[in-house]
Every structure is written in structure tokens, then in C-alpha cells.
């Protein structure tokens, strides 16, 4: 099985900064695509930033100049450095990946559980 935990939401501040962390483990062949996406109460799920292996990123123009994310992928491990956070970006976080299990399964997306991130203004 393959699962994805996150870690590093909390309460800042508005203006403040947060790093989140997504640690992939399990059984896994190799990990194409990760990213980051975000859930506010009463919104859909939104993509804030993804990065694959070769690390080409692709971020939500809301999030461009102020998020960053990054990988090891000796790790199995996504980053997202977040600064200037603004109060209406309090949502709960959530990383997913690509992931291919062994040589006869193609890839799959897995999410994590989501990490609370509380903006306060």
C-alpha cells in the first residue's frame, strides 16, 4: 500500500509563512507527478502547485511569487514553501502523487489525509 503524510500546516499569522512537508511511503516503483492542492470550507478542491520528477512546476497564478514547491525524490518527499499568507488561504492542504507500484501496474494518483492551514488576519 502507498501512503502520503503530511505535516507542517498550523495558525499563522497574515503575512506570515508556513513549509508543508508530504512524505510518500510504501510500496512503489517510482513516483512521476506531485502536487499540492487546497480545500476551503464550502469550495472545491483547487491545485495550488505541482512539480514532476524532473522538477518543471506549475503554480495557481493566485499562488505565483509567494508559494514554492520543491522535491527529494530520494525521499519520496514534496515541499511547499508558503509566504505572504493571506487569511482567505485557510484551507485544509492536501499533497497527492503518481505513483507506480511495480512493473505490472500502471500509474495511479494516491492523496494524503490533508493538513490544516489557519490564516489569521
Known amino acids: 500500500q502507498v501512503q502520503l503524510v503530511e505535516s507542517g500546516g498550523g495558525l499563522v499569522q497574515a503575512g506570515g509563512s508556513l513549509r508543508l512537508s508530504c512524505a510518500a511511503s510504501?510500496?512503489?516503483?517510482?513516483?512521476?507527478?506531485m502536487a499540492w492542492y487546497r480545500q476551503a470550507p464550502g469550495k472545491q478542491r483547487e491545485l495550488v502547485a505541482a512539480i514532476n520528477r524532473g522538477g518543471n512546476t506549475n503554480y495557481a497564478d493566485s499562488v505565483k511569487g509567494r508559494f514554492t514547491i520543491s522535491r527529494d525524490n530520494a525521499k519520496n518527499t514534496v515541499y511547499l514553501q508558503m509566504n505572504s499568507l493571506k487569511p482567505e488561504e485557510t484551507a485544509v492542504y492536501y499533497c497527492?502523487?503518481?505513483?507506480?507500484?511495480?512493473?505490472?501496474?500502471?500509474?495511479?494518483?494516491?492523496w494524503g489525509q490533508g493538513t490544516q492551514v489557519l490564516v489569521s488576519s
Open positions: 497527492n502523487a503518481e505513483v507506480r507500484r511495480n512493473y505490472f501496474s500502471d500509474y495511479a494518483i494516491y
Open positions: 510504501g510500496s512503489m516503483l517510482s513516483i512521476n507527478d
